[in-house]
């Protein structure tokens, strides 16, 4: 049975699928067989029972403290925080959360390419950026729920930049944060599910709607698939036209929309926020 779970909740594009696989290989952590299990989140996961979650680990009481997952899913809307919260509370276990994020403009940025190649940005959404995408970047209004329902000391903020840069720090702080073992982490110069994993036009895209293959790859664990995944993941020659680089007018609008939840990111939060492109100085 296990008593100790570690979820990293988001933020999407910020960097979730490195820091799992990075964390991964503390010999006190246990990742789950799939990153995201979405299992809080999504009615049908949730609706296997807590037995069929706790099957995504090959978890050692003797060996391991903590099992690893990461869902981004977890904090995608206020809803689905809602929902995950209220859930995760009904387990008899211990949770501790984490949490990282980037320069906001980055990550909408990011999500823009996204939703561009698999087809829910249509090319006419990159002439205006879509409120949803707002919404995603409003790191504070994400972690809301989570310091309600489980207080702030279950919660552990990280910066994407941090993590690319400092990674053995940013990784020690993790190991505080969660009372393990320091622990010498390798490859991390490694990037996972880099920016062409989510392109249709790749090989990988096109065999991952194979729906036999697609049933088999839930067996496969996650490191496996990554490496395939990363193999496979380059456009072919007949690739989509770029997407239109954000513009200054762009830019400031979405600094202006989200300077409330940043303001809020940094008073209630303590998030470093100035090394960000948000359009003011400290």
């Given at each position: 049975m296990i008593n100790h779970y570690t979820l990293i909740?988001?933020?999407?594009?910020?960097?979730?699928?490195?820091?799992?696989?990075y964390l991964a290989q503390h010999p006190q952590i246990a990742p789950s067989s799939r990153k995201e299990t979405n299992f809080f989140a999504n009615d049908e996961d949730w609706e296997r029972s807590l037995a069929w979650y706790q099957s995504l680990w090959q978890w050692d009481p003797e060996v391991h403290r903590t099992a690893l997952?990461?869902?981004?899913?977890?904090?995608?809307s206020q809803s689905t925080s809602a929902k995950?919260?209220?859930?995760?509370?009904?387990?008899?276990?211990?949770?501790?959360?984490i949490f990282i994020m980037r320069d906001p403009i980055e990550k909408i940025d990011s999500a823009r390419y996204?939703?561009?190649?698999?087809?829910?940005?249509k090319p006419s959404e990159t002439d205006e950026v879509p409120p949803r995408l707002i919404e995603s970047a409003q790191y504070a209004k994400q972690l809301d729920e989570y310091a309600q329902q489980f207080g702030k000391d279950s919660l552990l903020l990280l910066r994407l930049s941090v993590l690319k840069h400092?990674?053995?720090?940013?990784?020690?702080?993790v190991c505080n944060f969660l009372e393990l073992q320091p622990h010498q982490f390798a490859a991390l110069e490694k990037i996972h599910n880099a920016r062409n994993s989510y392109r249709e036009d790749t090989p990988?895209?096109?065999?991952?709607?194979?729906?036999?293959?697609?049933?088999?790859?839930?067996?496969?664990?996650?490191?496996?698939?990554?490496?395939?995944?990363q193999l496979l993941s380059q456009p072919g020659r007949s690739k989509k036209d770029e997407v239109?680089?954000?513009?200054?007018?762009?830019?400031?609008?979405i600094q202006?929309?989200?300077?409330?939840?940043?303001?809020?990111?940094?008073?209630?939060?303590?998030?470093?926020?100035?090394?960000?492109?948000?359009?003011?100085?400290?």
């Amino acid at each position: 049975m296990i008593n100790h779970y570690t979820l990293i909740i988001g933020s999407q594009k910020c960097g979730t699928t490195s820091l799992f696989n990075y964390l991964a290989q503390h010999p006190q952590i246990a990742p789950s067989s799939r990153k995201e299990t979405n299992f809080f989140a999504n009615d049908e996961d949730w609706e296997r029972s807590l037995a069929w979650y706790q099957s995504l680990w090959q978890w050692d009481p003797e060996v391991h403290r903590t099992a690893l997952e990461a869902s981004p899913l977890y904090t995608f809307s206020q809803s689905t925080s809602a929902k995950a919260t209220r859930r995760i509370a009904s387990v008899d276990a211990q949770f501790k959360f984490i949490f990282i994020m980037r320069d906001p403009i980055e990550k909408i940025d990011s999500a823009r390419y996204q939703g561009y190649y698999q087809g829910w940005l249509k090319p006419s959404e990159t002439d205006e950026v879509p409120p949803r995408l707002i919404e995603s970047a409003q790191y504070a209004k994400q972690l809301d729920e989570y310091a309600q329902q489980f207080g702030k000391d279950s919660l552990l903020l990280l910066r994407l930049s941090v993590l690319k840069h400092e990674p053995q720090a940013c990784l020690q702080q993790v190991c505080n944060f969660l009372e393990l073992q320091p622990h010498q982490f390798a490859a991390l110069e490694k990037i996972h599910n880099a920016r062409n994993s989510y392109r249709e036009d790749t090989p990988w895209r096109k065999l991952s709607q194979i729906s036999l293959l697609k049933s088999a790859a839930d067996l496969v664990p996650d490191r496996y698939k990554n490496h395939l995944r990363q193999l496979l993941s380059q456009p072919g020659r007949s690739k989509k036209d770029e997407v239109p680089a954000l513009t200054e007018a762009q830019r400031r609008s979405i600094q202006q929309a989200l300077r409330p939840d940043l303001q809020r990111l940094r008073q209630e939060y303590g998030v470093d926020i100035f090394e960000w492109d948000i359009g003011w100085s400290e």
